[in-house]
C-alpha cells in the first residue's frame, strides 16, 4: 500500500533537516530558499513496540516492520499559486501526495534567515494555506464553467457536480480549505475527484530549539500554532529537527539512552511518523509464524478478504477463514496454542473488519 505525506512549509523552517533524520537520505539542507527542488521521498518503518513483542513471543527467523512513505517537498513563498518562486512545480508536487506535514518554525536563531524576516508561526501557517487555496480556487473556477452549461441542460450528474463545486467556491473565498466543507457522502465522491489540496488531511510540525524540547509548552509560538490547530481539528507534533537529525545517525540503545537524558519517553520522529500514518486511517495488522513476523498497513474499515490481499491477491482470490486472535489477548496468552485454549482464538469470515492490532493467519484455497 503505497501512500505519502508531504513534508510542506516556508524556506528555511527546518523541513529538509526534519526530513534528513526522518530518512537519513541526505537531502541538501542550506540557509537559501529552494534548496531542495526535486521532491526527495525516503520510505520509513513505523515504530510499533508490538511488532518487538511478538518477535520476542515468536522468535521468528526474521521479522518485517511495516513501512510508510514520506516525500520533502520545495519551500513554498507567497504567490507560488501565481507562479512566484517555483510555486507551480512545488504545488504539483503536493497533489501527488495523500497528507500533509506542515513544518513550522517556532524557534529563534539570527543564524538562519526567515524568509519574511521575522518569527511568527501563524502568519507562516496562513502562508501556504492561502497558496493552496487559491490553487484549489482556480481550479473549482475552471470545473465550474466546464460544467456549467451541461447543468443548465438539467445533466443529473452535471448539476450534483455543479452544486458542489459552487459550495466548495463559497467556502474557499472565505478562505476555508476544502476540509472544512461538510458535504454528503455522495458530494464527497464529487470533491474525492477534484484532488483538492485543501482537501488533504493535515497535521502540523512544531519546530522548537533545543533549549525548548523538554518543556515545548513554555514556547508562546508552540501555543500559537496548538490555538490554530484546534480550530480546525488539526494534531500538532512538536520536534527539535537539529535533534532528531541527532539522533536518527545513533543506534537504538544510544538512541534510547539520548532521549533519556533528555527526558523524553518517544522521539519526535516517532511521533510524526505514527501520526502521519493515523492521519490517513492507516492501522497495523500481524502475521506471526516461525518463518516470519511481520507488520501489515492496511486502511481501517477493510473487510478480511481485502486484508488477504494485501499479502498475495491469491489470499484474497481464495479467501476461506481468518484465523484471528488480538495483539493484546495473544500478549497475555503467552503463545498461540494458550490463546486456543483460552477461547481467544476466532474463525472469521468474508464480513470480518479487521482491528488495528490483530494477528491473523489466512487460510485460503486457489
Not at 329 to 342: R, S, V, Y
Request: glycine fraction near 6%.
Amino acid at each position: 500500500m503505497s501512500l505519502t505525506a508531504g513534508i510542506v512549509g516556508l524556506p528555511n523552517v527546518g523541513k529538509s533537516t526534519l526530513f534528513n533524520a526522518i530518512t537519513q537520505a541526505g537531502a541538501e539542507a542550506a540557509n537559501y530558499p529552494f534548496a531542495t527542488i526535486d521532491p526527495n521521498v525516503g520510505i520509513v518503518e513505523v515504530p510499533d513496540n508490538r511488532l518487538n513483542k511478538l518477535t520476542d513471543l515468536v522468535q521468528p527467523k526474521k521479522t518485517v516492520p511495516t513501512t510508510f512513505e514520506f516525500t520533502d517537498i520545495a519551500g513554498i513563498v507567497k504567490g507560488a499559486s501565481k507562479g512566484e518562486g517555483l510555486g507551480n512545480q512545488f504545488l504539483s508536487h503536493i497533489r501527488q501526495v495523500d497528507a500533509i506535514c506542515q513544518v513550522v518554525r517556532c524557534f529563534e536563531d539570527d543564524n538562519i534567515t526567515h524568509v519574511s524576516g521575522r518569527i511568527n508561526p501563524i502568519d507562516d501557517i496562513e502562508v501556504i494555506n492561502l497558496e493552496l487555496i487559491l490553487a484549489d480556487l482556480e481550479t473549482v473556477t475552471k470545473r465550474m464553467q466546464r460544467v456549467e452549461k451541461l447543468a443548465r441542460q438539467k445533466d443529473k450528474a452535471a448539476v450534483a457536480e455543479y452544486d458542489v463545486l459552487s459550495k466548495l467556491k463559497t467556502g474557499l473565498e472565505d478562505e476555508q480549505p476544502a476540509r472544512a466543507t461538510d458535504f454528503t457522502e455522495e458530494q464527497q465522491k464529487i470533491v474525492k475527484g477534484l484532488h483538492l489540496l485543501t482537501s488533504k488531511p493535515t497535521l502540523y510540525v512544531a519546530n522548537v530549539s533545543e533549549a525548548e524540547i523538554t518543556d515545548p509548552d513554555s514556547n508562546e509560538n508552540v501555543q500559537k500554532v496548538k490555538a490554530y490547530a484546534a480550530k480546525e481539528n488539526a494534531q500538532v507534533i512538536v520536534v527539535c529537527a537539529k535533534i532528531e537529525e541527532e539522533i536518527a545517525e545513533l543506534d537504538q540503545e544510544e538512541k534510547e539512552l539520548f532521549l533519556e537524558d533528555l527526558g523524553i519517553a518517544e522521539s519526535g520522529l516517532d511521533k510524526l511518523i505514527k501520526a502521519a500514518y493515523s492521519l490517513l486511517g492507516l492501522a497495523t495488522y500481524f502475521t506471526a509464524g516461525e518463518q516470519e513476523v511481520r507488520a501489515w498497513t492496511f486502511r481501517k474499515g477493510i473487510k478480511a478478504p481485502q486484508a488477504a490481499g494485501i499479502i498475495h491477491t491469491d489470499f484474497e482470490r481464495g479467501f476461506i477463514r481468518a484465523e484471528t486472535v488480538s495483539y493484546d489477548d495473544l500478549i497475555a496468552a503467552g503463545t498461540m496454542n494458550q490463546a486456543k485454549e483460552n477461547g481467544r482464538v476466532r474463525l472469521e469470515g468474508k464480513e470480518y473488519i479487521v482491528k488495528d492490532g490483530d494477528v491473523i493467519h489466512f487460510r485460503f484455497n486457489v
